[in-house]
């Protein structure tokens, strides 16, 4: 069985910083592109970044391009999204996510979403 699991969330000030966490199990991750989603309350699920299976490759949605760093470590079968400079808009619930094989924007899984609010 699959599963991603996401500690980590909570809450901070603006132009503070956090690091996101995501534990894969059930699956070989190094077979996984991974990535990062967040829906914030009244909105649609937004792509925040991706991270091919080489671990190098990145891709980052407008919204955090140059404020957010995604990072996976193989041997501990987690992905990270740093971000800093928090804005309050980047409140939201933030998903992991995985993909077999190349990252083309369709996971296979889910992570069950943990809360980031970011306050003013």
Known sequence: ????????????????SLRLSCVASGLTFSMYAMAWFRRAPGKEREFVAAIRRN?????????????????????????????NSLKPEDTAVYYCAAQYGSWSGAPDYWGQGTQVTVSS
Do not use: F, H, W
């Open 1 to 16: 069985q699959v599963q991603l699991v996401e500690p980590g969330g909570g809450l901070v000030q603006a132009g503070g």
């Open 55 to 83: 671990r190098s490759s990145t891709y980052y949605g407008d919204s955090v391009k140059g404020r957010s760093t995604i990072s996976g470590d193989n041997a501990k079968n987690t992905v990270y999204l740093q971000m």
